[in-house]
């Protein structure tokens, strides 16, 4: 059984740091694409960054030089370092995992949520001004 459970998430003040883990378990995160998503009330579930199959990232232009994606894949565990946080990053963060072969790129502009194929419940950021 698949499992992916994120944690790190708590509130912090405009231009702090937190760093997001998103622990897997029942399958190999190496062999897939990986991704974080975030949702605030009432929108869609967004992208944010994501790590491909062969360690290529990608990120959308907000968070571009303020967050960073890794995988540590002795651990089986995704992560997002979250820099110089803003009001704006609050949500609810999903790691998730797509089991197609995918680029980075494309996983943030082609791939719709609804086809990723394994979620996280989530862990809540608010960052407060």
């Known amino acids: 059984q698949v499992r992916l459970v994120e944690s790190g998430g708590t509130s912090v003040q405009a231009g702090g740091s937190l760093r997001l883990s998103c622990e897997v378990s029942?399958?190999?995160?190496?062999?897939?694409?990986m991704a974080w998503f975030r949702q605030t009330p009432g929108n869609s579930r967004e992208p944010v960054a994501a790590?491909?199959?062969?360690?290529?990232?990608s990120y959308i232009e907000s968070v571009k030089a303020r967050f960073t994606i890794s995988k540590d894949n002795a651990k089986n565990t995704l992560y997002l370092e979250m820099n110089d946080l803003a009001p704006e990053d609050t949500g609810k963060y999903y790691c998730?995992?797509?089991?197609?072969?995918?680029?980075?790129?494309?996983?943030?502009?082609?791939?719709?949520?609804?086809?990723?194929?394994?979620w996280g419940r989530g862990t809540q950021v608010t960052v407060s001004s």
């Open positions: 029942g399958l190999k995160p190496d062999d897939y694409c």
């Open positions: 790590f491909d199959s062969v360690a290529r990232t």
């Open positions: 998730a995992v797509f089991k197609g072969t995918i680029s980075a790129s494309a996983a943030l502009t082609i791939v719709t949520p609804s086809l990723w194929d394994y």
